[in-house]
């Protein structure tokens, strides 16, 4: 089976069908369980997952735990939760590297009886002083040479418990002298007595990501190994093991990882990010995580289609983020149902309407998907509405409220400003205002204008909320650009969490459900927060309205 997308990953499998190398297409999404997922991930996942779909092959879900010291449990059930959430399933196919770390043990042993890998007492740093440089050979170690037997039986007790953490190591023979490091005798296990979230006290020593990763790809009967550019220079070891061993060889393509402005995206600076408090957790939505995105209320849909916009290439680039936001946007407005909310807000009394009389008005849920209906707002005599809606001596350019000026309220009347009311400070503290009763539904029948369409909430029935906004977690396109003595961190934006505690809601948002989003209606998509608590809910802004992306690209194409 072909695909009808083509890359060059695609072009490689295309390929390889043709030529008869493989006959069935498996990929796997090999994670190291050392942190969250983030959207450079998805982008992974995505390929992944895709590939497998499109030529009616599978994908495996391999955690690449090798490496007991930084790796734990929550965040294996965390990125299996990421990644039925993005929208794949991996079906029964969860694997662990070190679900073969016994028969990882005996290709091993194979190595060394056929004379490939020896046991090497000499230290990390001595390791590292043989290696030799990029324009200078490396030295053999002096225990390279040592007789098969010996190999055995020291690489027996290594296993055993017999030696202390960094005593020695196995190491493949390969040539000291090769051009490419990965080729110089490379490390394939380490002593390290450290118990491991799955395999308990089992072994104290563990294989290498070079060692592993391969051979459990072919165990697995992987036939395409996609992993990011920075294991091309590995590619030449991945081969050689395989041939040595003469096992099933599934073929290493490596694309460009995904890198993002406005973000950092290795799990060690997120980690950094999460330990030092600079954001709330692993899931903060500020937070370029999967499970930051989904608190933030991105839809999986949008990433997905944002990863297969950005397709595959063979060379480093940023993508912009507002790329990403843009998909976010155009998914949430066919899905997301609109509301009013007024964030800053300000008392409006409108002077000649009843005392006590309530209207029932009608609103359109959502102007993009009719089978989401219409709901009832209830409009009264104190209504709020935007601070920012309103200005005593507008600017040229202001066409909203001001004194003697006429605006439509949605779904409402048409009222105008007849009086301004401060307090003893001269700050604005309400507003009078007339309503007009014949424009109801928002249409005056003398066919007047207005210049304004202004959202609102009826003070009487409308529920109180807390909002956070956001911004960048970076003040710098690049947040590693950093001048001077200080790291990413100092490039950290202040203002990348804004919280406002009085806003007001139209009563249906008392009663929401976490993960929910909403359009706010002029203001943006908002996420209902799990932390939400009893009758005061809190939203998480998704992202505003205004797409900059056209605009974005149509000055990168003028560049
Ligand atoms: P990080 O550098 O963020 O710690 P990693 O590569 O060490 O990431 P792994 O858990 O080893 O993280 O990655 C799992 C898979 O995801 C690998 O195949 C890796 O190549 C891929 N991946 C990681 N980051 C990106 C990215 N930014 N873009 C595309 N793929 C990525
Ligand atoms: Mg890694």
Known sequence: MKSDKTDFIREIINNDLKEGRYKKIHTRFPPEPNGYLHIGHAKAICLNFDIAEEYGGKCNLRFDDTNPTKEELEYVDAIKQDIKWLGYDWEEREYYASDYFEKLYDMAVDLIKKGKAYVCELSPEQIREYRGTLTEPGKESPYRNRPIEENLRLFKEMRDGKYPDGAMVLRAKIDMASPNLNM?????????????????????????????????????????????????????????????????????????????????????????????????????????????????????????????????????????IELLEHFVREELNKTAERRMAVLNPLKVVIINYPEDKTEELEAINNPEDTSAGIRKIPFSKVIYIEKDDFMENPVPEFYRLAPGREVRLRYAYFIKCVDVIKDKNGDIVELHCAYDPATKGGNAPDGRKVKATLHWVSAKHCTIGEVHLYEHLFIKEDPLDTSGPGDFKDNINPNSLRILKNCRLEPSLSDVKAGTVFQFERLGYFCVDPDTKGNCPVFNRTVSLKDEWEKIKKRKIKE
């Open 184 to 320: 110089r005798d490379p490390v394939m296990y380490r002593i390290v007595h450290t118990s491991h979230h799955r395999t308990g006290d089992k072994w104290c020593i563990y294989p290498t990501y070079d060692w592993a990763h391969g051979q459990c790809d072919s165990i697995e009967g992987i036939t395409h190994s996609i992993c990011t550019l920075e294991f091309q220079d590995h590619r030449p070891l991945y081969d050689w093991f395989i041939e040595q061993l003469g096992i099933h060889h599934p073929r290493q393509i490596e694309f460009a990882r995904l890198n993002l402005t406005y973000t950092v995206m290795s799990k060690r600076r997120l980690l950094e990010l999460v330990e030092g408090g600079y954001v709330q957790g692993w899931d903060d939505p500020r937070m370029p995580t999967l499970s930051g995105m989904r608190r933030r209320g991105y839809p999986p849909a949008a990433i997905r289609k944002f990863c297969r916009n950005i397709g595959v290439a063979k060379t480093e680039s940023v993508v912009d």
